[in-house]
């Protein structure tokens, strides 16, 4: 629809023999755009960037630093939010970015499989991704294709082909978040019904990966779980006996405290204090949202 848009940039750039320009029929989609530019490609790397991101003037040369060892298929850069300063969900997005790249994704790279480089900014071998287009393309849930988690599913297919996949602190890319609780969670149910179709793929390489790999997978999908049953006991006691539980309270808050105290620490910044009111969030909206994804994974 905002096809009129593009007018003035395509005019501008299209001289210029770096540059050249797919227009596509009709809106098809993330990946359908992604396999048509790869396929038309001819460089030795491919940077994948959303729409909506800014690089830091030195992240192809740090990506393409990391790439040039050939065991690696993909490396991902480090992620902040560009509106950061909007409202208080996307202060608390941006530490959450924070915390997946640096905590999440710096401890996956030191076993050689980032189990997601994110799409706003991640560099792959295209070598690598002409072999697995086809798989790429042909993406199919319950006999319905996907179409959407693009990154995680093209990571794994990465990963089984026998690459290591790798993420680069000092490749920083700022994207546009979410600056209201609605967008935020469709992004979220996004990820999440994504998530849960890719988890037995990643399942079955676990067997070669490190053991380190496979608890953190574990620990991702029990995690949540072992949090709902906490949140339901409490909730069947307080029904049942009008007492409050206590400790279920006074643990995850220690355990809220704790965590932001060592990001705060590590980041060397106190506003990730703040990050604590994000467990609210995660028990009242995110736990639910997780489990209606759970029961919706067939929906696009």
């Known amino acids: 629809a905002n096809r009129d848009a593009l007018v003035g940039v395509h005019e501008e750039y299209a001289g210029d023999p770096r540059f050249n320009f797919i227009a596509l029929p009709?809106?098809?989609?993330?990946?359908?755009?992604?396999?048509?530019?790869?396929?038309?490609s001819c460089g030795d790397l491919v940077l994948n960037v959303d729409s909506d991101t800014i690089l830091a003037?030195?992240?192809i040369t740090r990506l393409a630093l990391k790439m040039q060892d050939q065991a690696v298929g993909a490396a991902m850069?480090?992620?902040?939010?560009?509106?950061?300063?909007?409202?208080?969900?996307?202060?608390?997005?941006?530490?959450?970015?924070?915390?997946?790249?640096?905590?999440?994704?710096?401890?996956?790279?030191?076993?050689?499989?980032?189990?997601?480089?994110?799409?706003?900014c991640a560099m792959y071998r295209r070598s690598a991704l002409v072999s697995l287009l086809d798989q790429y393309e042909t993406q199919r849930f319950r006999g319905k294709p996907s179409d959407f988690g693009?990154?995680?599913?093209?990571?794994?297919?990465?990963?089984?082909?026998?690459?290591?996949?790798?993420?680069?602190?000092?490749?920083?890319?700022?994207?546009?978040?979410?600056?209201?609780?609605?967008?935020?969670?469709?992004?979220?149910?996004?990820?999440?019904?994504?998530?849960?179709?890719?988890?037995l793929l990643a399942f079955q390489l676990l067997?070669?990966?490190?053991?380190?790999?496979?608890?953190d997978v574990i620990g991702q999908n029990i995690g949540p779980l072992l949090l709902s049953l906490s949140i339901l006991a409490g909730l069947a006691q307080f029904v049942t006996t009008g007492t409050v539980p206590w400790t279920a309270c006074l643990m995850i808050a220690a355990m809220t405290i704790v965590r932001c105290s060592v990001a705060a620490f590590r980041a060397r910044q106190l506003r990730f204090l703040g990050f604590s009111l994000h467990t609210l969030i995660n028990i009242f909206l995110l736990l639910p949202l997780k489990a209606y994804a759970l029961c919706t994974l067939s929906n696009s």
């Open 57 to 59: 003037p030195d992240v």
């Open 26 to 40: 009709k809106n098809v989609g993330k990946r359908k755009a992604q396999i048509a530019a790869i396929r038309r």
């Open 207 to 215: 067997r070669g990966l490190n053991i380190y790999l496979t608890l």
């Open 150 to 199: 693009e990154d995680r599913h093209l990571t794994i297919l990465m990963l089984k082909a026998g690459f290591r996949t790798e993420y680069v602190p000092e490749a920083v890319a700022a994207t546009v978040v979410p600056n209201s609780m609605g967008p935020y969670l469709r992004q979220q149910l996004r990820w999440a019904r994504s998530t849960f179709r890719d988890t």
């Open 77 to 120: 850069g480090q992620l902040a939010a560009s509106n950061r300063s909007e409202t208080w969900l996307t202060r608390l997005i941006d530490m959450e970015y924070w915390l997946a790249c640096n905590e999440e994704r710096a401890a996956q790279a030191r076993f050689g499989a980032v189990m997601c480089c994110c799409g706003p």
